[in-house]
């Protein structure tokens, strides 16, 4: 599966661009510039997704947040339609596996918005239990703590430096 290429950044600023393999197999080239929007103060960013992890609802802060996204994009898509390069694969091989073991998960996640730019959230993810089974996953962020990002930033970048050797 290849998803659609993500859409230059709309921003006059330096661009990256990376061709990025998920662990679902798909890939996609993205492209993405060091901008930064700010969280919005006394929002929720909600989201479901089923078992597989396509986006089965997303409330308007996620649409908003998402930087360019539609409502109808978004539903449908893979949730790591938001996976910013930066952010080091065995953070979400620790969700998938705590999620899918029937625990919960809290942690800092860089995402990468349609328009190149990023945001930061502090994200809880639970999994939907229905008659004993998983079938879904809800994940809530908040406005993460500045502190806690300033001290997330370098462990994440020496996870990628570990995750290319």
Request: proline residues 7%; charged residues 25%; hydrophobic residues 30%.
């Amino acid at each position: 599966m290849t998803l659609p290429d993500i859409a230059p950044p709309l921003y006059d600023l330096p661009s990256q661009e990376k061709q990025h393999r998920f662990h679902d197999g798909s890939t996609r080239v993205l492209r993405w510039v060091d901008l930064e929007c700010p969280y919005p103060d006394g929002k929720l960013i909600v989201s479901r997704t089923n078992r597989e992890g396509i986006i089965t609802h997303a409330n308007d802060a996620f649409v908003q947040m998402s930087g360019g996204y539609t409502l109808e994009e978004l539903l449908g898509s893979p949730h790591h339609i938001l996976r910013h390069p930066e952010m080091p694969s065995r953070v979400f091989q620790d969700i998938w596996e705590k999620c899918k073991n029937r625990e919960k998960w809290h942690g800092y996640v860089k995402n990468l918005r349609k328009d190149g730019a990023y945001y930061w959230v502090y994200a809880s993810v639970v999994p939907n239990v229905r008659n004993g089974q998983v079938v879904g996953f809800t994940s809530v962020r908040r406005k993460p703590s500045r502190t806690k990002i300033n001290e997330i930033i370098p462990l994440y970048a020496q996870y990628l430096q570990q995750e290319k050797s």
